[in-house]
């Protein structure tokens, strides 16, 4: 099996979810993502994440906009080679970049294993050796529109005969002005790599017309999420989402990125850095974590 050259998120291969004021779009067969979601509020259509409108894209290019998951890793591996049980393992880099990144899951095409007006429920078989992973797993993606807003649900099963290495995560390029959290560590990170751990001082972050990073861990799970005017978003998360991703790029959306483990931490657990959050599942454990967004009143 072959990762696909392209994604097509063409209407065709869409599906679209409504349920009171909120309406998303889903597509299977463009890494599963979520393109666009929006809700009507007494001002008119607010549109909660940067939509991805493009029918088509290269794999590897991916529009900045909407919502992916991350799987079997967040972020990037440095050089595109992780050292795992004393052996040192070459990926596929992303191309024009030396690092893997984000993981295959949101370059792959999703099987649509289930429809309501409301909810999408994806499936995704990664076979072992694919981009260099060597392990083989299971992906299922749940999404799903309530009252309050959009919840996302992700569980991946180890299918091979060997424990393996794993992260999830999930990568929402929001709209937003400003995000709080509290977490206790923010990492020292050179070009988008984290290096170590040092303690946190800050609790709000703001878009700018700069491009920051920030990694975070220790986190509590939650993030309150603002615009410059009209409601909110309340962030909450189930599962071991300790680790937390902020990311700016230029003023053009703000990304609020929960996640199992920090950036590289495959590589620097084996150089001895504590705290990544790497986690090992067993042949056919599951790891499963969620994130719920809340529209505030």
Known sequence: MKMPVEMDASPAQCLTL????????????????VLEWSSDLPGGRRDWLAPVLAPR???????KGGIFPLAPFSNRIRDARMTWAGEQLRLQPLPGQPHALHGQAQRMVWEILDTQPHQAVLGLHHPAGLDGWPWAWQLRQVITLGAHGLDIE???QNQDCRPSPVGLGLHPY?????????????????QELALFPCPNRQDRWRRTPETWTAFLSGWTGAASIAWAEGPGIEMTTRGPLNHLVLHCNTGRYLCVEPATHVCDAANLAAAGVPGTGLMTLAPQETLTIGM???VRP
């Open 292 to 294: 719920t967004l809340s």
């Open 154 to 156: 992700l569980s991946l």
């Open 174 to 190: 929001f709209t937003a002005d400003s995000v709080r959290a509290v977490a206790t560590r923010d990492w020292a990170h050179k």
């Open 57 to 63: 894209w290269p794999a590897h290019e991916w529009p």
């Open 18 to 33: 409504a349920l009171g004021r909120h309406r998303a779009r889903v597509a299977p067969a463009a890494g599963g993502r």
